[in-house]
């Protein structure tokens, strides 16, 4: 039998707390009334509502639904998620990872950045949590209240740490957590951000044994040359998709689609073409991978996939 107080952080003040990896299994948990709190979940969980809490530090692993904050204030967070939702809050500061379009209501003073965060169980959790590493809309916030300015985006400087601090209690600091943003589970995007080129590239993996490791070796090899990434995505491709996407190279890819979704990464800056068609040349030669022809027709490719994408998530 399931004892909700297990799964509940209540009227807490002053205080660190925590669930270690494997203590939440995927329950439903509920954060309320806490005060000056550090409280960390690091485990994936089936839904979080988070209320009334006041200039508390949060770190909540991959949930699988929603999480939910309603009349907060002055808080930090880490969140991974599959929808996000804020009613009635001021002044959240939020390291997010959200599948969805993250939703804010009757909410002041919101900042978001990109979530970042490792610690060695966080993989096989966003796996149990049925989150992908790389479906992250943390910038494309929907405010529902009429009004301007209730949202902005944390500075790029910004480091997790001086948000969300390393647990202190004996028991959480058995975890090996890095919030190094070169080592987290969540590639970094830029997002809604300025990009600052009017070059973008697009490369997609398509399905296999070495897809996640591919992508992010890109997003390695990229990164180290100084291309920044914009965006990341991973979706199903039916052929008719493929054809709008890829166009007349197309048919040589349609036949990968069988075997599961796609990953797509989107990478900004002069001469991104030019660099990541040679860096999967030298670095994937066996592989098969989609890669904008020229800068001409890369925007055009951007825009074609993520508007097909985007589609696909709405739906």
Same mark, same amino acid.
């Given at each position: 039998?399931?004892?909700?107080?297990?799964?509940?952080?209540?009227?807490?003040?002053?205080?660190?707390?925590?669930?270690?990896?494997?203590?939440?299994?995927?329950?439903?948990?509920?954060?309320?009334?806490?005060?000056?709190?550090?409280?960390?979940?690091?485990?994936?969980?089936?839904?979080?509502?988070?209320?009334?809490?006041?200039?508390?530090?949060?770190?909540?692993?991959?949930?699988?639904?929603?999480?939910?904050?309603?009349?907060?204030?002055?808080?930090?967070?880490?969140?991974?998620?599959?929808?996000?939702?804020?009613?009635?809050?001021?002044?959240?500061?939020?390291?997010?990872?959200?599948?969805?379009?993250?939703?804010?209501?009757?909410?002041?003073?919101?900042?978001?950045?990109?979530?970042?965060?490792?610690?060695?169980?966080?993989?096989?959790?966003?796996?149990?949590?049925?989150?992908?590493?790389?479906?992250?809309?943390?910038?494309?916030?929907?405010?529902?209240?009429?009004?301007?300015?209730?949202?902005?985006?944390?500075?790029?400087?910004?480091?997790?740490?001086?948000?969300?601090?390393?647990?202190?209690?004996?028991?959480?600091?058995?975890?090996?957590?890095?919030?190094?943003?070169?080592?987290?589970?969540?590639?970094?995007?830029?997002?809604?951000?300025?990009?600052?080129?009017?070059?973008?590239?697009?490369?997609?993996?398509?399905?296999?044994?070495?897809?996640?490791?591919?992508?992010?070796?890109?997003?390695?090899?990229?990164?180290?040359?100084?291309?920044?990434?914009?965006?990341?995505?991973?979706?199903?491709?039916?052929?008719?998709?493929?054809?709008?996407?890829?166009?007349?190279?197309?048919?040589?890819?349609?036949?990968?689609?069988?075997?599961?979704?796609?990953?797509?990464?989107?990478?900004?800056?002069?001469?991104? /073409?030019?660099?990541?068609?040679?860096?999967?040349?030298?670095?994937?030669?066996?592989?098969?991978?989609?890669?904008?022809?020229?800068?001409?027709?890369?925007?055009?490719? /951007?825009?074609?996939?993520?508007?097909?994408?985007?589609?696909?998530?709405?739906?």
């Amino acid at each position: 039998q399931i004892d909700p107080k297990d799964y509940t952080f209540s009227g807490l003040k002053d205080e660190t707390v925590g669930r270690l990896p494997g203590k939440v299994a995927g329950q439903q948990f509920v954060i309320q009334d806490c005060e000056n709190c550090s409280i960390y979940i690091f485990d994936h969980s089936a839904t979080i509502t988070i209320d009334d809490c006041v200039n508390c530090q949060i770190f909540l692993g991959p949930i699988k639904g929603s999480v939910f904050f309603r009349d907060c204030k002055d808080c930090k967070c880490i969140v991974a998620c599959q929808q996000f939702r804020t009613r009635d809050c001021r002044k959240l500061d939020v390291f997010l990872c959200c599948a969805t379009q993250p939703i804010i209501e009757s909410s002041t003073g919101m900042k978001f950045g990109c979530f970042q965060y490792y610690y060695p169980e966080l993989a096989l959790q966003f796996k149990d949590a049925g989150l992908s590493i790389f479906n992250n809309s943390w910038s494309n916030i929907h405010d529902f209240t009429p009004g301007e300015n209730n949202w902005g985006l944390l500075p790029e400087t910004a480091v997790v740490q001086d948000y969300v601090p390393l647990p202190s209690s004996e028991e959480l600091k058995t975890i090996r957590i890095s919030t190094d943003a070169t080592k987290s589970i969540i590639p970094i995007t830029r997002g809604r951000r300025q990009k600052s080129s009017d070059e973008s590239c697009l490369a997609v993996f398509f399905a296999g044994d070495y897809t996640t490791a591919n992508a992010r070796k890109l997003i390695d090899e990229m990164t180290g040359k100084g291309f920044q990434l914009v965006q990341t995505k991973e979706v199903i491709m039916k052929a008719e998709d493929a054809n709008r996407v890829f166009q007349q190279c197309a048919s040589e890819f349609i036949p990968l689609l069988e075997k599961g979704p796609v990953v797509a990464l989107e990478f900004n800056g002069d001469g991104a /073409v030019e660099g990541c068609r040679s860096t999967i040349n030298e670095v994937f030669s066996g592989t098969k991978v989609f890669v904008s022809e020229n800068k001409a027709s890369a925007s055009q490719d /951007v825009d074609n996939f993520y508007n097909f994408a985007d589609m696909q998530m709405g739906m």
